[in-house]
């Protein structure tokens, strides 16, 4: 197994992307943590991996709190004595043109996915840097940290910040052995992509059908969704890749939606 006696802390981790992360790493023989504003889905998430045969703690996070970021992740080390892997999944949506959107909502969503992020990054450093072998940052980036689209400028921006926040860990992070990567699916059907669905088909006045052919889909080279088993076998292997012969990269999956 690729993750043997490894400890891992996924946030967002209660359902979809997140959660498909945290059975594959404990498949793998890692520990996880189940961070998540939602305790009550988060401990349903350690419960089912617990019953699959792995071990795994439920963490309550809002990921945009400092001092509830901090408390996890010390909580993480007080269990299992340390952190070895740090994916920051957690992340929201919202649709709407430039023009009207409120700063609030702009916040709202740079605030989970960006300075989220940050604060993941900032805990788990702490304790990575204290670690002889180090660790790993992950970011859950997208197609959007490369190339934008319509209706979800907060989104693209913060996506495309994570780049700046993963490559300055790789270049600080590299004399404590700690590595860091950013994974870029594209739409993956998880209710975070359902529920945009209908919000852009009623944004751009076309169908709900012809958001996903010609718009979700449109540029894939086999009009596939993109798989959580897809993004779950990249976050392994970038959590499992042995040396700093691989960080400070941007790894798509996106059934050619976008080349590089």
């Known amino acids: 197994m690729r993750m043997t006696d490894k400890t891992a802390l996924i946030t967002g981790a209660a359902g979809g992307i997140g959660r498909a992360v945290a059975e594959r790493y404990a498949r793998e023989g890692a520990r996880v943590a189940i961070a998540d504003l939602d305790l009550a889905a988060a401990e349903g998430t350690a419960a089912a991996i617990r019953e699959a045969g792995g071990e795994a703690l439920a963490l309550a996070m809002d990921v945009t709190d400092e001092t509830a970021v901090n408390a996890g992740v010390e909580a993480v080390v007080a269990r299992w004595g340390r952190l070895d892997v740090a994916l920051a999944n957690a992340g929201i949506q919202h649709i709407e043109p430039l023009h009207t959107l409120s700063f609030a909502d702009w916040r709202k969503v740079t605030a989970v996915h960006l300075d989220g992020a940050f604060l993941v990054t900032s805990a788990a450093l702490r304790q990575m840097y204290q670690q002889p072998e180090g660790g790993c940052l992950l970011y859950m980036g997208s197609v959007h940290s490369k190339l934008a689209s319509p209706l979800k400028a907060p989104y693209v921006a913060a996506k495309h910040a994570l780049l700046g926040l993963c490559r300055t860990v790789a270049k600080e992070g590299a004399a404590h052995r700690v590595r860091s990567n950013v994974i870029c699916p594209g739409f993956v059907r ?67 939606w976008y080349m590089q």
Do not use: C, N, W, Y
């Not at 996903?212 to 976050?235: G, P, S, Y």
């Open 190 to 256: 998880t209710p975070l992509v359902d529920r945009q669905i209908p919000e852009q088909a009623q944004a751009l006045g076309i169908s709900e059908e012809a958001v996903v052919r010609d718009v979700m889909l449109k540029d894939t080279v086999d009009q596939e969704f993109t798989t959580l088993d897809d993004i779950a076998e990249v976050a392994l292997h970038l959590a499992a890749f042995p040396t700093a012969a691989l960080t400070g990269q941007s790894i798509v999956a996106s059934h050619g």
